[in-house]
Nanobody, 123 residues
Framework: QVQLVESGGGSVQAGGSLRLSCAAS????????MAWFRQASGKEREGVAF???????NVADSVKGRFTVSRDNVKNTLYLQMNNLEPEDDAMYYC?????????????????WGQGTQVTVSS
């Protein structure tokens, strides 16, 4: 069982920045695939950023150049640095993890989810 606890959400104006954190109850993050997903009101959950066991990162085209995913293997914490936020980024953000198997990119590829943290961006 992997427990994930997100923090760092809040309300910002367009152009602002936030850093989300996700504390994971695992021995080390290098043993799991991890990701950030988001879900806006009335929309499907979408992948935002991914970091595989070997540290390879990938971000969605919609946030490329603005969002950065990273992890601290000592603190067992995943981060999402979000800069130049846009109203379209307004959503609930979820941390997700997969312990075994290939690291995928869809919601169905992850077994464990945090409770979510709300990001509100005003124009």
């Amino acid at each position: 069982q992997v427990q994930l606890v997100e923090s760092g959400g809040g309300s910002v104006q367009a152009g602002g920045s936030l850093r989300l954190s996700c504390a994971a109850s695992v021995y080390t993050l290098s043993h799991v695939c991890m990701a950030w997903f988001r879900q806006a009101s009335g929309k499907e959950r979408e992948g935002v950023a991914f970091i595989d066991r070997d540290g390879t990162t990938n971000v969605a085209d919609s946030v490329k150049g603005r969002f950065t995913v990273s992890r601290d293997n000592v603190k067992n914490t995943l981060y999402l640095q979000m800069n130049n936020l846009e109203p379209e980024d307004d959503a609930m953000y979820y941390c997700a993890a997969r312990r075994y198997g290939k690291c995928g990119r869809g919601p169905g590829d992850f077994d464990y989810w945090g409770q979510g943290t709300q990001v509100t961006v005003s124009s």
